[in-house]
């Protein structure tokens, strides 16, 4: 997996690429650490395949952060991804976006 983050002032946005999963996912949240100073958070997910419940949970905690300093978006998931969060019930949780 490879993430990369563009930051302009307080919006930063996170590119996901590569399967988001047990191995990949404290990569992520260590990307992730230092909110500090983030109002508006964006996932794209066009070339993120895939995510496991590990996955899931990296992206809950970075909403919880968000819903106390500012709002995130989830872009681009695909279908796959789409499915895993509607079993889940992150649909309802996460704002994502077509």
């Known amino acids: 997996m490879t993430v990369t983050k563009e930051q302009d002032g307080s919006k930063l ?5 590569g399967k988001l999963d047990a191995v990949t996912s404290p990569v992520l949240e260590k990307e992730l650490s230092d909110l500090s100073g983030v109002e508006d958070l964006t996932f794209d997910l066009k070339d993120m395949p895939y995510t496991s419940s590990a996955g899931l949970r ?3 905690n970075c909403q919880r952060i968000m819903d106390d300093q500012g709002s995130m978006v989830i872009i681009h998931a695909n ?5 895993i969060f509607r079993e889940t019930g992150f649909n309802k949780i996460l704002d994502i976006e077509d």
Do not use: A, G, K
């Open 58 to 60: 990296v992206l809950l």
């Open 13 to 17: 946005t996170v590119y996901i690429e």
């Open 79 to 83: 279908e796959d991804v789409m499915d």
